[in-house]
């Protein structure tokens, strides 16, 4: 029987929290913690959260309350808040649930060692809450993320944008961003592992901005690496949409022609509400530029619905974006009122009149999507198999253009690269044959 204590980690929020959550579990595998997916065992239970909508933030403290309970069963389970609720909220927190034992923010995982040692001496309510993205960067462990086809790599946080609806730039701090060389060498640690595909994650990706690198430069520098067969990036801001990142997406062929670049509202003058720093026309400049670069690129975006001063005629201008953009996918969401941003005191618009436009984004942007994938029948596209899925000989994996692809298989073919006929068209995804 081994004496190592147990930590069960569960996530909330984007996908930087997901790359932090197993960063986190490689830090305490080395302070002799095993990885559990059962609270019952768990010696210390960690909730890596997220603050960018009020619900996401309320579901951190529901769950804290349901948690506490175990804490009559095992008086040495510690409790902690990691991510941007634990930046935002900071001592609040043990306020609000004085079960939690420590808060670490998302810059200052490092100090992991040193919160585990002072639990041990009993020590309470401990917290750490500076801005060390630098240090933290040193101590990222290289590649140790678990062996998939896929893999995240951080190589920026924080945002100095300040859109005036957003926690994370006070959440995650001023931008940072890492070392080519240790981006690259985390890049070839991976494909030992069998990764074909890299995506590249940041705040403000394509701000990355290190020694002179820009984030096309570091994608030609690993689209180098032999075995890498695929790169993405997420999320972009317009306004860092530069020509030469541009022009990568029609020379580079590693790089995927999809992309995620938000524009939350098609009005100019709620975007300049939002202060995004850029019109419509800008955006759709950029779209046509990227076309231009590759002719079969798809976009997806993020919307923000009922943001404060936003009238009926504004909202149709954002659905008009979307019958010109036809975006592949999208993700769309109702403002919500976030202390300490500079919206957060605006009069609101009602609730009801806010669900009512979300819906009908939602089925106009549904209708698209459809139309896009229904768009695909017949093609055969290049599939990365990334896991099983429900059915037996079932295997799921996503196409160029990131949409899931199910097809059946007798033999294994997680991490292989296939050609796929599509058959059939799913809400959001599609299912087809292998070829060959
Ligand atoms: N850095 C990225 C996205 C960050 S947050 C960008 O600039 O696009 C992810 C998405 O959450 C945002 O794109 C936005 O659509 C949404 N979001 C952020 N703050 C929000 C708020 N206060 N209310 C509702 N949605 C919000
Ligand atoms: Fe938030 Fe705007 Fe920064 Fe994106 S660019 S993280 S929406 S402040
Ligand atoms: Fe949420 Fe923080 Fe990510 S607020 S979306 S976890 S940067």
Redesign the pocket.
């Known amino acids: 029987m081994s004496n190592k204590k147990k930590v069960m980690i569960k996530t909330y929020g984007?996908q930087m929290n997901e790359y932090d959550s197993q960063q986190m579990l490689s830090d305490l595998e080395g302070l002799d913690y095993l990885k559990t997916e059962d609270q019952q065992e768990a010696d210390l239970i960690l909730l890596n959260t997220c603050h960018?909508?009020e619900k996401a933030a309320e579901k951190v403290y529901s769950e804290l309350g349901r948690i506490k309970t175990l804490k009559e069963k095992n008086r040495n389970l510690k409790i902690g808040v990691t991510g941007c609720v634990a930046q935002a909220e900071s001592t609040e927190i043990f306020k609000r649930q004085p079960a939690v034992d420590f808060v670490i923010g998302p810059q200052a995982y490092h100090k992991f060692p040193k919160i585990i040692n002072e639990l041990k001496k009993g020590k309470k309510e401990l917290i750490e809450t500076s801005f060390e993205a630098k240090e933290k960067f040193k101590k990222l462990k290289k590649g140790k993320t678990e062996a998939k086809s896929s893999a995240f790599i951080t190589i920026q946080e924080g945002?100095d944008?300040f859109?005036t609806?957003?926690?994370?730039p006070y959440t995650r701090g001023k931008e940072v961003s890492r070392k080519k060389e240790d981006i690259v060498s985390e890049a070839e640690t991976l494909v030992k592992k069998n990764v074909k595909e890299v995506i590249l994650l940041g705040?403000?990706v394509n701000s990355y901005s290190s020694n002179g690198e820009t984030l096309a430069s570091l994608i030609e520098a690993l689209s180098e690496i032999e075995k890498i067969e695929r790169i993405r990036f997420m999320?972009s801001?317009p306004n860092d949409m530069t020509d030469e990142l541009i022009t990568i997406f029609g020379t580079n062929k590693k790089l995927m022609p999809f992309l995620h670049l938000?524009v939350?509202s098609g009005s100019d003058k709620i975007l300049k509400l939002m202060n995004r720093k850029h019109t419509i026309k800008d955006y759709k400049q950029i779209i046509s530029k990227l076309r231009n670069a590759r002719d079969d690129i798809c976009f997806s975006s993020?919307?923000?619905v009922g943001f404060p001063g936003e009238t009926e005629s504004d909202f149709e201008e954002t659905l008009s974006l979307c019958e010109h953009v036809e975006f592949s996918q999208a993700?769309s969401?109702?403002?919500?009122?976030?202390p300490g941003?500079t919206a957060s005191g605006r009069e609101e618009i009602e609730d009801f009149k806010k669900k009512e436009r979300l819906l009908r984004l939602q089925k106009l942007l549904e209708t698209k999507q459809k139309a896009f994938l229904r768009n695909q029948l017949g093609k055969t596209v290049k599939v990365l198999f990334e896991k099983r899925g429900k059915n037996p000989n079932e295997y799921i994996g996503r196409s160029d253009y990131f949409y899931p692809v199910a097809v059946e298989s007798n033999y294994e073919i997680i991490g292989e690269i296939k050609n796929v006929k599509v058959e059939s068209c799913l809400k959001h995804s599609v299912k087809g044959c292998l070829l060959g």
């Not at 609806?165 to 994370?168: E, R």
């Not at 969401?333 to 976030?338: G, H």
């Open positions: 984007c960018i909508r945002c944008k859109c609806f957003c926690v994370v705040q403000n999320t801001h938000p939350q993020d919307f923000i993700y969401f109702n403002y919500s009122s976030r941003t």
